[in-house]
């Protein structure tokens, strides 16, 4: 569902708030999880966002390091990741991709154009602990 997501962002969603706050305003896209990797992605499909925050991101997705090879950065932004220092330490091998995937997100990103600043934050605990601080610290980073 993330074409149809995008769209219902872009074409309904993000005119509204900009009716009620104003035009001129940056856009953030930011997400945790599957989130997370739906915030990157979009900013591969779409020129409007300012800011991407991609929090503990399913990286690990089948078919991702494929897709960021053959697709470049659409917006001028900055890319937020961050990670938990015990997720990829995990006896699922495909969870267990989601360090390096990261790490590989982040020297991908540095070579994009369009990124204007990048910047990868290691958290403590595993991929459920502080998701809001986590989010939050983000939000901070963005600003």
């Known amino acids: 569902g993330a074409p149809e997501t995008l769209r219902w962002l872009t074409e309904e969603y993000v005119p509204y708030l900009r ?17 997370g990797l739906f915030a990157l ?21 089948a078919g991702w390091e494929e897709f960021v090879k053959e697709n470049k950065i659409r917006c001028e932004c900055a890319v937020y990741l961050s ?11 495909v969870m ?3 360090g390096d995937r990261t790490r590989e997100q982040e ?3 540095r070579k994009e154009p369009r990124v204007r600043n ?3 934050e290691w958290n403590r ?8 601080r986590r989010l939050a610290k983000g939000v901070q980073w963005l600003l």
Not at 125 to 132: E, I, N, T
Request: charged letters at 15%; proline letters at 3%; one cysteine or more.
């Open 83 to 93: 990670l938990g220092g015990k997720e990829e330490k995990t006896d699922n091998p």
């Open 107 to 109: 020297r991908l990103l």
């Open 125 to 132: 605990g595993g991929h459920f602990a502080d998701s809001c």
């Open 96 to 98: 267990a991709m989601v």
């Open 118 to 120: 990048v910047t990868l």
């Open 19 to 35: 009716e009620c706050y104003g035009a001129g305003r940056p856009l953030f896209l930011m997400g945790y999880s599957l989130a």
């Open 41 to 61: 992605w979009a900013a591969y499909q779409s020129d409007l966002f300012s800011g991407i925050a991609c929090c503990s991101g399913s990286l690990w997705f």
